[in-house]
């Protein structure tokens, strides 16, 4: 039985600020001080949003954005029912924060360029990595519109290059993230890399293949809806390969406990179903 | 004053209060050991154990209605074998009844589950999942049908020395009937409710929003339908019944006690609030204290008319 590697706890934070940082995107920054002393890049929090209580049940998964100091920040972009709820709060609120969950990506690597693709809100855990990396690296960032692409100019303050697709070409080159990275490795044939994403499945899914034609490392961040957040619910199940040590074939893995980051060739989608 | 008793029995488990954790929504015990003081809990009923691993259903899974949750899990587990091996040893060391949900397609499968727990020293008791949406095969069936219900019961108590509890559907149409056939059938305990059968569809898509279709309804929705056939089933047997549906405080469980449980079992609110099953029990306790109660077997069935 595996056990979390940093300590989780519940923690009543206090809203710091709530910053609009695009169109229907927002910045939240949480006192937690407990959670941000362990926590590291790609974990997530489960937080009890007040205003919900008691018509809906489960608390909301958000992957850690910015972790400073005694707060920690998160991205996110008001959809339903529960991030409207979010937006309502102000600083000086207070909510109920389990965390930090979840695996995290693993450290980069020294002798690798670390190259970090994200899709849409998905930049916001790929931050935190960029923040705590002790490489430079290249961040691909990607949207359907340049409303979609966040945070950009946080990651030129670290020093990283930025490069950005826009579907619509409003920003950046017109299409796909992926499009972009392709051309990027083209370019640069023989550095060596190692990938971390976090987007849509559809996003995920077309930097497993190409890890996989190049040969690369490529570590995913996947986003499932999520029940208890702690390994207990098995909602969040995803199918991944069973290594042939324990049988071969397919296993259930939990993206809250197991996850949320898996390596690419773990994965099995969903047209793959055995 | 002294300090109100919360010692309850069912069966011949003994729990230091009448709270514990419901079948599926505290996972195998330990994966809350670190934000829980576990030995709070009255006793624990860990997730649906088949004798075989069962896969359960692809998601989605679980998705959230208003006033609670609708899952079809599907009763993914690691079989007798994967629980014995990997979760028992931890669980058995918390130092509080461990009741082990249990679960079959036939009436084979039950009594073979059964037997095979004969074997794990220190297990306080089993519940016979007779109730299940989400199973193609036996599940509901056995629980809305009185004589499978008698016979799986029948079975599995001739292969059980454990306390035996068995888990009721509640969308039948004379509750009382399948309690008496239970216990004339060799149960020692009833829980209920096991999740109500429903549905939830997405309009844009006009896709149910569960990929098994129906799923099982849980939360405070059910709490009102948990309360009733509590109280029927109460009136209706000699052996202790244990309230579940819907609980999300000391109140919904105080609810159940005066209904006529003689405990209560704490499920969907765990997954928003592991700690929510031990603030219940300061929560009856404080409840008994202010009502000058001084045993809270005095509350069980005090259902006062009108």
Redesign the interface.
């Known amino acids: 039985m595996e056990l979390n590697a940093t300590p989780r706890q519940i923690e009543e934070a206090e809203v710091v600020s709530q910053q609009e940082i695009g169109r229907g995107y927002w910045r939240m920054t949480l006192r937690a001080p407990g959670i941000a002393r362990s926590a590291r890049p790609g974990q997530f929090v489960h937080l009890r949003l007040p205003g919900l209580d008691p018509a809906y049940l489960l608390r909301r998964p958000f992957s850690l954005h910015k972790v400073s100091g005694e707060t920690i920040a998160i991205l996110y972009k008001v959809i339903g029912v529960g991030t409207k709820a979010m937006a309502r709060l102000e600083p000086k609120n207070r909510l109920n924060v389990m965390g930090p969950l979840g695996n995290g990506f693993p450290p980069v690597p020294s002798g690798v360029t670390p190259l970090l693709i994200g899709g849409g809100y998905g930049s916001a855990p790929l931050f935190f990595l960029a923040e705590r990396s002790g490489t430079r690296g290249i961040v691909f960032l990607g949207g359907r519109s340049q409303e979609d692409l966040l945070g950009c100019s946080d990651f030129e303050t670290l020093g990283w290059e930025v490069q950005t697709a826009t579907e619509d070409g409003t920003a950046g080159k017109r299409g796909l993230v992926t499009d972009r990275l392709t051309e990027w490795l083209e370019a640069h044939p023989v550095d060596p890399t190692e990938w971390y994403a976090c987007g849509p499945d559809g996003m995920l899914k077309a930097v497993a293949l190409l890890a996989e034609r190049k040969g690369v490392r490529a570590w995913l961040s996947l986003d499932r809806r999520m029940g208890c957040g702690a390994g207990v619910c098995l909602a969040c199940v995803v199918r991944v390969r069973r290594p042939p040590s324990e049988g071969g074939g397919w296993k259930w893995a939990r993206v809250c406990q197991d996850g949320p980051v898996f390596e690419s060739r773990e994965v099995i989608w969903e047209e793959e179903t055995p | 004053m002294t300090a109100p008793r919360l010692e309850t029995v069912i069966g011949r488990i003994r729990m230091a209060n009448p709270v514990m954790t419901a079948s599926?929504?505290?996972?195998y015990g330990?994966?809350?050991a670190?934000?829980v003081d576990l030995r709070k809990l009255g006793a624990m009923v860990v997730k649906g154990i088949s004798l075989r691993p069962w896969?359960?259903n692809?998601?989605?899974?679980?998705?959230?209605v208003?006033?609670?949750?609708l899952?079809a899990?599907g009763l993914?587990n690691p079989g007798f074998e994967g629980f014995a091996r990997?979760?028992w040893p931890?669980l058995r060391q918390i130092g509080i009844p461990v009741i082990v949900n249990i679960w079959g397609r036939t009436i084979e499968e039950y009594e073979a589950v059964a037997a095979r727990f004969e074997a794990l020293d220190g297990l306080a008791g089993l519940e016979l999942n007779v109730s299940c949406p989400n199973i193609k095969e036996g599940g509901m069936a056995f629980g809305t049908d009185p004589a499978m219900l008698e016979r799986v019961v029948g079975a599995v108590r001739r292969k059980t020395t454990r306390t035996l509890l068995v888990k009721l559907a509640p969308n039948v149409t004379r509750i009382e009937q399948m309690a008496r056939v239970a216990e004339a059938a060799g149960a020692d305990a009833l829980s209920l409710i096991n999740t109500y059968p429903a549905m939830a569809l997405d309009i844009e898509t006009r896709r149910p929003r569960l990929s098994n279709g129906i799923g099982g309804l849980s939360?405070?929705a059910i709490h009102p339908i948990a309360v009733k056939l509590v109280y029927e089933a109460a009136r209706a047997v000699q052996i202790p019944v244990i309230g579940m549906g819907g609980i999300?405080d000391w109140r919904d469980a105080v609810e159940f006690l005066i209904a006529g449980a003689r405990a209560v079992a704490v499920g969907?609110?765990?997954?928003?609030?592991?700690?929510a099953a031990i603030s219940i029990v300061e929560g009856i306790r404080a409840y008994l204290e202010r009502h000058g109660l001084e045993d809270v077997s005095e509350l069980v069935g005090s259902i006062r008319w009108p």
Do not use: C, K, M, W
């Open positions: 599926g929504t505290f996972g330990t994966e809350y670190d934000l896969a359960g692809p998601p989605p899974r679980l998705v959230e208003r006033g609670g949750l899952n899990i993914q990997d979760y931890a939360g405070p999300l969907s609110v765990s997954l928003s609030d592991p700690t």
